[in-house]
């Protein structure tokens, strides 16, 4: 199982309504493992037209992994198509029947008829069991050219394709891989952009040892190392051995081995420090918060947020003194300070940070463009505060930014580090 | 010129290093002026496979559009193949050369030779010029299928691209539409499982007269209804029909007609009514918050957002009694009233909302398991709240449905709707 095609089902994709962010996920995920992706088809809610879209894409692999189409309702025909094609009748998965059953009964409710053919499967194929929602998946073997081949449907839905793929598919294509065994490590990174990424990392590794690709999955920018060897080459102390390197190179801009989010490691650092965090937002609205509680466990270190989006609301909840909203303004590195320190005081928390600025479209003025924030960071007998410049690109990459930017400076504090988080070159973040 | 055919050349597309936004982009412009994106096609930088897929693109539309490979260097082969398949010869394009050459003088360097290439095109082609690159772009007529079909070629960088195709391909497209003419309108619904919006609008309209399509856009359920005629064709007359019998069935369930996120209806609701709106949140950490900002100008509606993770921040910040807390526990609807009372008041606002419940994975008890969640809204003389049962399916899941179901709460309470938001079919959700 040397190669694999995607196809992403659904007449919302062609038609261009949805993008298509499957078929890049599972491309990924598969050549991690030595298969490699080799063609990519998008297909409507036609029953000829997938009939068609699986049979070329059996020609170019010996994998073809379709996602969507297997919903409850009448234009999903993926399984029924599949089935078809390989000659095997459908078949009721009692197994999967039951599971939908139950699910519909925690809710509480009776299980509509229509999602009972969610449960029926190609004979003799292998299912893929979905933890978190309905539609089983399959793998079904299908003769074409000349052999076995296989093709895996999997939900549209990422969350579940997702869990689905990791736990089942990808792990079986990587045992029926006839040789190489790949083994990636991702290195975390904010702070550069990928250019300047791509230039710290330059030569620090030989291509004929490992494969260096790089990333920008917003906020953060990621290198991933991939080396390859027989089954049994130790595979895992070659990395050790590469990341070192790689961790002099990037300093304190990499902030985590592997695809963890800032919130998760400055979860990790509260935890181990035993310190607790409240955050006042401005301009990130709520987003902070939302991002620390997304945490499994965030309870224990995250005691309060507060996001006062009014003047009266910085000095009525945060103590922001009217003095200094009317000299500095509400977006100011002295506001900032008064929030982080007033919501670290209101919540009897050891570590403060805030954030105010102009998330645009409006609001900006020549002093103080949209892009222009202040983050301030407050603990026990000691503040800090600075203004950044994220750049106009839309409220939702200032939110974004901002925020990502407030995380990291609570990091840098918990890790003792002082130096300015972010480099002129940080794609557009520099501090002004 | 009824279909079209979307083709993306690159082996980072293909890899899923890079995502393809111009295929969506394209479907949508071809869409607008009644061409019907039907397929869609990811390929490598190989010469076979690039002919391969044209020419199952050409069997599938009478318009195959490619994006990608027309680069100076040896990988960019998209013309060459095109020229191969039409059967005509590449030729120099003088207009396009002496462009080039232009390009490369204003930055005062030489036109390396292998930039010569992007100015050859298949002989009898229409050239599309590219006002802000070097790479034109071609049409090109190739004989398959019984008549004259067509493969159009644009650079892959999204820029260069969506202005050559605004400026040259689509209207010359448009230009060769014999007649039919698509318009589309979305319903996006919140709590119905898709399986029961289909249930809902079964009959609702006539294949003949339209298509319908359901699509879960966690945490909506959207439908869309398309029709199509002739130019002149009174379509949005139409669309207005059916659009009042898909009202009538689904009633309160309907939030917005469009793409509308919750958060936008609810603030298009506050500013037409001149309310103001503040948000106590437990469970969701800041979500409610972050997506009522996620809308530009909420600064005029939104004063206040807290998140109080901890009993004590509950207590001191939004004056919860002590005794509630002992008495009903965090988890109910009497802290979920205190909540939104007690942040209506802190924040001087017309209305409070306040979510309080188990996100897990841990926390849940036999009583109150992972996925209890309450709901407060308090107003001028009033309050409301319910406890529901979201399911306990991932912590993700139990914030998004939390902060969905109390924004929906406040749409209902500033339209005068009293009765239950979310039936017992709700998809996973109810009262519990």
């Given at each position: 199982m ?14 261009g309504?949805?993008?298509d ?13 030595g298969v ?6 998008a ?6 037209a997938?009939?068609r879209t ?10 073809v992994?379709?996602t969507g ?10 399984t029924a198509?599949v089935?078809r094609?390989?000659g ?8 999967s029947?039951?599971?939908i059953k139950?699910i ?5 409710i009776?299980?509509p008829a229509n999602?009972r053919?969610?449960?029926l499967?190609p004979?003799?194929?292998?299912v893929?069991p979905?933890p978190?929602?309905?539609?089983p ?7 074409r ?7 895996a ?8 394709m ?6 089942t598919l990808?792990?079986?294509?990587a045992a029926r ?12 990174t904010?702070?550069?952009?990928e250019s ?5 990392l330059a030569?620090?590794?030989d291509?004929?040892e490992?494969r ?14 991939t080396?390859?060897?027989?089954p049994?080459?130790?595979?895992e102390g070659?990395?050790d051995?590469l990341?070192?390197?790689?961790r002099e190179r ?10 963890e989010?800032?919130?998760e490691?400055?979860?990790r650092l509260?935890r ?5 965090l409240?955050v ?7 987003l ?6 997304d945490?499994p ?8 947020g507060?996001a006062t989006?009014?003047n009266?609301?910085k000095?009525?909840?945060?103590g922001v ?13 002295q ?8 919501v ?6 050891g570590?403060g ?10 609001g900006?003025?020549?002093e103080?463009?949209?892009?222009t ?5 407050a603990?026990?007998?000691g ?11 839309g409220?939702?990459?200032v939110k ?5 930017i407030?995380l990291?400076r609570v990091?840098r ?5 002082t130096?300015?988080?972010?480099s ?6 520099r501090?002004a």
């Amino acid at each position: 199982m040397k190669r694999a095609a995607l196809v992403a089902i659904g007449d919302e994709i062609v038609a261009g309504l949805t993008t298509d962010t499957n078929s890049g996920w599972l491309a990924g995920e598969l050549r991690a493992v030595g298969v490699e992706p080799v063609a990519g088809f998008a297909v409507t809610d036609d029953e000829d037209a997938i009939a068609r879209t699986l049979e070329r894409a059996l020609e170019e692999a010996e994998l073809v992994v379709c996602t969507g189409g297997l919903g409850p309702t009448a234009d999903d025909l993926t399984t029924a198509c599949v089935a078809r094609l390989a000659g095997r009748p459908l078949v009721m998965h009692e197994e999967s029947l039951a599971h939908i059953k139950g699910i519909f009964r925690a809710r509480g409710i009776e299980m509509p008829a229509n999602n009972r053919k969610q449960a029926l499967v190609p004979q003799g194929c292998t299912v893929i069991p979905n933890p978190t929602g309905t539609a089983p998946g399959v793998i079904c073997p299908v003769e074409r050219g000349g052999g076995t081949r296989y093709v895996a449907c999997l939900p549209g839905v990422p969350r579940e394709m997702r869990r689905m793929a990791g736990d089942t598919l990808v792990p079986w294509a990587a045992a029926r891989n006839p040789g190489r065994r790949f083994v990636s490590r991702v290195f975390s990174t904010f702070g550069l952009a990928e250019s300047k990424l791509d230039e710290l990392l330059a030569g620090v590794v030989d291509p004929a040892e490992a494969r260096l690709a790089f990333r920008a999955a917003f906020p953060r920018v990621q290198a991933r190392l991939t080396v390859s060897g027989a089954p049994g080459e130790e595979l895992e102390g070659r990395l050790d051995e590469l990341e070192a390197r790689v961790r002099e190179r990037l300093g304190t801009h990499l902030y985590a081995i592997g695809d963890e989010g800032m919130e998760e490691t400055v979860g990790r650092l509260l935890r181990e420090r035993g310190m607790t965090l409240a955050v006042a937002e401005s301009c990130t609205g709520g987003l902070i918060g939302h991002r620390v509680t997304d945490v499994p466990g965030s309870s224990a270190y995250f005691l309060l947020g507060v996001a006062t989006y009014s003047n009266a609301a910085k000095e009525r909840v945060l103590g922001v003194r009217a003095h200094t909203l009317r000299e500095h303004g509400a977006v100011s590195t002295q506001t900032a300070e008064e929030m982080a320190e007033g919501v670290r005081r209101l919540a009897g928390a050891g570590l403060g940070v805030s954030t105010t600025g102009i998330a645009g479209p409006g609001g900006g003025t020549a002093e103080k463009p949209v892009g222009t924030v202040c983050i301030g960071v407050a603990w026990e007998g000691g503040i800090w505060s600075r203004r950044y410049d994220v750049g106009d690109r839309g409220r939702e990459w200032v939110k974004g930014m901002t925020a990502q930017i407030a995380l990291d400076r609570v990091r840098r504090h918990l890790l003792g580090q002082t130096e300015e988080a972010l480099s002129a070159e940080a794609g557009g973040v520099r501090p002004a």
